[in-house]
Nanobody, 126 residues
Framework: QVQLVESGGGLVQPGGSLTLSCAAS????????MGWYRQAPGKERELVAS???????NYADSAKGRFTISRDNAKKTVYLRMSSLKPEDMAVYYC????????????????????WGKGTLVTVSS
């Protein structure tokens, strides 16, 4: 059973920094990409940043220049460093992995599927 465990959420002042991490565990054959999404109250979940196993990154316009996504393939971990945080960054942040499980691979699966963490709350307030 694949599980994603997030950590690093909490309270930070405007202009401050916070780093989130998410580690995947279980019978994983390969990981195609990793990413972070967020959802604020009353809003739909949106992509913040993503990174492929090869290191290609993609950022939402609101995150460019302030957030940095990185990963450690060996540790099956993805990070999101957030700087210059604003109140509008307040949201529940969700970790996402697109991966192929060992069971899927053994069954002939070649396309990655989405797996999600439970979310970690980031509060930006003075």
């Amino acid at each position: 059973q694949v599980q994603l465990v997030e950590s690093g959420g909490g309270l930070v002042q405007p202009g401050g920094s916070l780093t989130l991490s998410c580690a995947a565990s279980g019978s994983i054959f390969s990981i195609n990409s990793m990413g972070w999404y967020r959802q604020a109250p009353g809003k739909e979940r949106e992509l913040v940043a993503s990174i492929t196993s090869g290191g290609i990154t993609n950022y939402a316009d609101s995150a460019k220049g302030r957030f940095t996504i990185s990963r450690d393939n060996a540790k099956k971990t993805v990070y999101l460093r957030m700087s210059s945080l604003k109140p509008e960054d307040m949201a529940v942040y969700y970790c996402n992995f697109v991966l192929i499980t060992t069971a899927q691979y053994m069954g002939g699966g070649i396309h990655g599927l989405d797996y999600w963490g439970k979310g970690t709350l980031v509060t930006v307030s003075s």
